[in-house]
């Protein structure tokens, strides 16, 4: 298993970023994707995974997630628990810090992200390279 990446940079504004996408070998199983969590994050999804046996936990690899509204951008992994309501118990995705609203993720091809807005100036004008593969 191997995961890749993105080099952008907006043709507008000149700001540039690399995202990565997909699985690595460190995703393996729930347990192991629950440690790549940063600390706090980490230790509630532990608690409600040990301690709450009707929670259904989902996990995907890295994605990139923008608000729609500002274009801020988080680039994390997936992992997410659900009641049996299917009502969110705990997600590793963010809300956008600025305007609290849940970030979409942003579907993408092997050449292009699509829908996808520079997150300083929120032009669509970009130029993708393939980046990097890791795992």
């Keep these: 298993m191997m995961g890749n990446g993105f080099y952008f ?3 507008k504004c000149n700001h540039d ?3 990565l996408f997909g699985i690595g070998f460190l995703f393996s199983s729930l347990e192991s994707v629950i440690d790549l969590l940063p600390g706090k994050k980490a230790q509630m999804a532990k608690d ?3 301690n709450n046996k009707e929670a259904e936990f989902t996990y995907d690899g890295y994605e990139v997630y923008q608000c729609e509204k500002c274009a801020s951008v988080q ?4 992992v997410e628990a659900r009641d049996k309501n299917n009502n969110v118990l705990f997600s590793s995705v963010n809300n956008c ?3 609290k609203k849940p970030r979409k993720k942003i579907k993408h091809t092997e050449t292009e992200i699509k829908n996808f807005k520079c997150p300083k100036c929120k032009s669509d004008d970009l130029t993708y390279m393939p980046g990097v593969m890791w795992d």
Aim: glycine residues 6%; contains cysteine.
């Design 17 to 19: 970023n690399d995202y």
């Design 48 to 50: 409600l995974y040990e």
């Design 9 to 11: 940079k907006c043709n």
């Design 75 to 78: 680039n994390t992994f997936l």
């Design 97 to 99: 810090g600025r305007c």
